[in-house]
Nanobody
Framework: QVQLVESGGGLVQAGGSLRLSCAIS????????TGWFRQAPGKEREIVAA????????YYSDSEKGRFTISRDNAKNTVYLQMNSLKTEDTAVYYC?????????????????WGQGTQVTVSS
């Protein structure tokens, strides 16, 4: 099995920054994609960003481009999401997930393993 543990969430004022971490352990795969998703109250879970493990290709949803940066540290089996210029609408539970593919997919159904999530609250 694969375990994903998110950390780094919290309460921050609008305009501030947070860095989320996703620690991956357990069974490993030759190649996979790690995605960050978020789910706000009353809304569907949506993809925020994704990164391939080996090639370093990235994807960002339109609303996050220029504000969020996804990165990975292969030695630490950890994927990060640096979030800058946070807005109140970024408030959500943030999840990381793995898709056992070499190519980035955005549908939530493509992702097989999920963490428990970390709460991000942005105050005005």
């Amino acid at each position: 099995q694969v375990q994903l543990v998110e950390s780094g969430g919290g309460l921050v004022q609008a305009g501030g920054s947070l860095r989320l971490s996703c620690a991956i352990s357990g069974r490993t795969f030759n190649t996979f994609v790690t995605g960050w998703f978020r789910q706000a109250p009353g809304k569907e879970r949506e993809i925020v960003a994704a990164i391939t493990w080996g090639g370093g290709r990235t994807y960002y949803s339109d609303s996050e481009k220029g504000r969020f940066t996804i990165s990975r540290d292969n030695a630490k089996n950890t994927v990060y999401l640096q979030m800058n210029s946070l807005k109140t609408e970024d408030t959500a539970v943030y999840y990381c997930a793995i898709d056992r593919s070499a190519f980035i997919s955005t549908p939530i159904t493509s992702y097989d393993y999920w963490g428990q999530g970390t709460q991000v609250t942005v105050s005005s």
